[in-house]
Structures are given as structure tokens and as C-alpha cells.
């Protein structure tokens, strides 16, 4: 099972940084054919992003912000950092719980505003982040549907550049104990100071 968040953080240079809506969402996966297991399952858009960035009533000409992705698997509770985190297990559990890495990412959007765009990409370890949209970058304006446009505007004026479609791929072959995994992804959106 893998579980989607949000989270934003207080603003300095913009009036308003925020997801559209802001709900959390989740994805089961079931492996039960060995076509499943070698080829993997895909789920396209398995979640949006809509991203709203307003400038202050003042205009701020340093008003920018960036997005981040991270995993999360509960190593609190004794998951090793490099795991799914296990919440059943079927049968005696000889073998390996469900690594991180079976877990592919993909972001997209019209503009391919992401330089990650288009291209699975993998976690190794919980601590892992993917840059969306890298912190402290040059300021790109919306409107200009390029790569790391970080200016204030919204999914509804910019929709190509301010809406962004997560695919998940899961790949487990058959070296994973069966059972009930978990991970969450995180995205963190933040102003740039």
C-alpha cells in the first residue's frame, strides 16, 4: 500500500503557498500472477499535484518556492531504513521484506517544468529526497512553461506548469516475503527564503 501526503510551510516572500486541494490519497497494489511480479504494476496519475503561488498585495519580486518528494517508512518503529514497512507478513518470513528501490517515480507535466520529468527514478533509503522543483534556484516566471518555473501562479491560470501527475511503478520480483507493506510519500511544499 503506498499513501500520498502534503505538506506546506509558512510564507516570508509570497501571500500564499499551497497544494489544490490538500488530501491525502492512497494506492493498493496486489501481486498475485507471476506477470505482476516480473513486469511490475503501474499506476499512471496514481496522484496530482496543483500547486497555488500567490505573490503578496505588495508584489515581492523574491517570491519562489520549490518542491520536494521523500519516502516514508515508519523506520520509528523499527523499519529498517532500506525497507517497506511491514504490516503483515504471510507465512514463516525467511526471505528479504520489500526494498525501497522496488519503488519507481515518475513526475510529469505538460511543460515538463521538472527536470526530472518523464523519467522513473528510484529511492534507496527513507532518508532519500527527490527535487521536483530544486530549493534555491534562479527565479523562473510562470507563463514561460520551461524547465524550474518557480514564480508565483496557480493550476488554474498556469495549468501546464502549476499541475504536476505522480506515476508509481512497483517492480517486487519473487525475492520478497509475502505479506502487507507500507510506504508514504511525502511532498513538501516550501517558499524559498
Given at each position: 500500500m503506498l499513501s500520498f501526503s502534503l505538506v506546506t510551510q509558512?510564507?516570508?516572500h509570497c501571500g500564499l503557498v499551497s497544494f489544490e486541494p490538500n488530501t491525502s490519497e492512497s494506492a493498493m497494489l496486489?501481486?498475485?500472477?507471476?506477470?505482476?511480479?516480473?513486469g511490475?504494476?503501474?499506476?499512471?496519475?496514481?496522484t496530482r499535484l496543483k500547486i497555488r503561488v500567490n505573490n503578496k498585495n505588495?508584489?515581492?519580486?523574491?517570491?519562489?518556492w520549490n518542491l520536494t518528494m521523500l519516502i516514508d517508512n515508519n523506520p520509528?518503529?523499527?523499519?529498517?531504513?532500506?525497507?517497506w514497512e511491514k504490516l503483515i507478513l504471510y507465512g514463516n518470513g525467511l526471505g528479504q521484506n520489500p526494498l525501497i528501490q522496488s519503488l519507481e517515480i515518475r513526475i510529469r507535466n505538460a511543460c515538463s517544468t521538472s527536470p526530472n520529468d518523464g523519467i522513473y527514478q528510484t529511492f534507496t533509503l527513507n532518508t532519500d529526497i527527490i527535487d521536483i522543483i530544486a530549493p534555491l534556484l534562479p527565479?523562473?516566471?510562470?507563463?514561460?512553461?520551461t524547465n524550474n518555473v518557480n514564480g508565483p501562479g496557480d493550476y488554474i491560470g498556469n495549468y501546464d506548469e502549476f499541475h504536476f501527475d505522480i506515476d508509481i511503478r512497483v517492480i517486487p520480483k519473487f525475492a520478497f516475503n509475502p505479506g502487507v507493506f507500507q510506504l508514504n510519500l511525502r511532498f513538501h511544499l516550501e517558499e524559498n527564503p
Open positions: 509558512a510564507q516570508l496486489t501481486f498475485d500472477t507471476p506477470a505482476k511480479y516480473q511490475g504494476i503501474t499506476i499512471n496519475g496514481a505588495i508584489v515581492d519580486p523574491l517570491c519562489s520509528g518503529a523499527g523499519t529498517p531504513i532500506s525497507e527565479i523562473t516566471p510562470a507563463g514561460s512553461c
